[in-house]
């Protein structure tokens, strides 16, 4: 399976921009790297997800570089209720293999006043 | 988009019984996934849910213990059965949302206590 690595806790303070690395060694051709938000007591929601270069939407950006090999989920400006549990996942697009439903240990970000 | 519900959000069992844990999306979805997670812990992946056959089982989770069913595109249910206190976990129900991208949709979970 495509093993993931995020940083276990990182702090910051609220207006910062925070950016949040994923390593994935492994990644195949085919796969798709899935950033999921989840707050205590919730299940995981969707944030963004790519392929390649930039995505961005409304929440986050995620940049890939050429290798493919990591990848940085970047929140502009936090606020106190981005504090949360990030996690990274990667596999193929369509969700349906073993590594797509594979979550990691997640990052645990702490945003402070 | 996908809104999922599940039932109960709690409950407090005893060793030995079994409880049924129901999910509910209010659209039709191609698969369903079910699970756990200790608080603190990430999420481990229980089964998939495949409607009209049997569940697709992850390595250490077997059917006698998580009989899961699926009845259509929109309702599937997991039984933690014959419980311990070592099922004592959160229990949450996903969706898959189809293209152009496939994320998941989770329930807010289910809050299992064995005593």
């Known amino acids: 399976l495509a093993k993931t690595t995020q940083p276990i806790s990182m702090d910051s303070y609220e207006g910062q921009e925070v950016n949040i690395t994923c390593s994935h060694n492994?990644?195949?051709?085919?796969?798709?790297i899935t950033w999921y938000q989840q707050f205590p007591s919730q299940g995981p929601r969707f944030i963004i997800q790519?392929?390649?270069t930039k995505v961005t939407n409304e929440v986050a950006s995620l940049f890939i570089p050429a290798d493919r090999k990591s990848s940085t989920l970047s929140l502009p400006r936090v606020s106190l209720s981005d504090t949360a549990v990030y996690y990274c996942l990667v596999g193929d697009r369509g969700g349906t293999g073993r590594r797509a439903l594979t979550f990691g240990s997640g990052t645990r970000l702490q945003v402070q006043p | 988009s996908a809104v999922i519900s599940q039932k109960p959000s709690r409950d407090i069992c005893q060793r030995g019984t079994s409880l049924t844990i129901q999910c509910q999306v209010d659209?039709?979805?191609?698969?369903m996934f079910w699970y756990r997670q200790q608080p603190g812990q990430s999420l481990t992946l229980i089964a998939t849910?495949?409607?009209?056959?049997?569940?697709?089982?992850e390595s250490g989770f077997v059917i006698d213990k998580f009989p899961i069913s699926r009845p259509n595109l929109t309702f599937s249910t997991l039984t933690v059965s014959n419980m311990s206190p070592e099922d004592s976990s959160i229990y949450l129900c996903?969706?898959?949302?189809?293209?152009?991208?496939?994320?998941?949709?989770f329930g807010p979970g289910t809050r299992l206590t064995v005593t």
């Open positions: 659209s039709q979805v191609t698969m």
């Open positions: 492994n990644i195949a051709t085919n796969d798709y």
């Open positions: 790519g392929y390649k």
């Open positions: 849910a495949n409607q009209g056959s049997e569940a697709t089982y």
């Open positions: 996903s969706a898959l949302a189809g293209g152009p991208i496939y994320e998941q949709y």
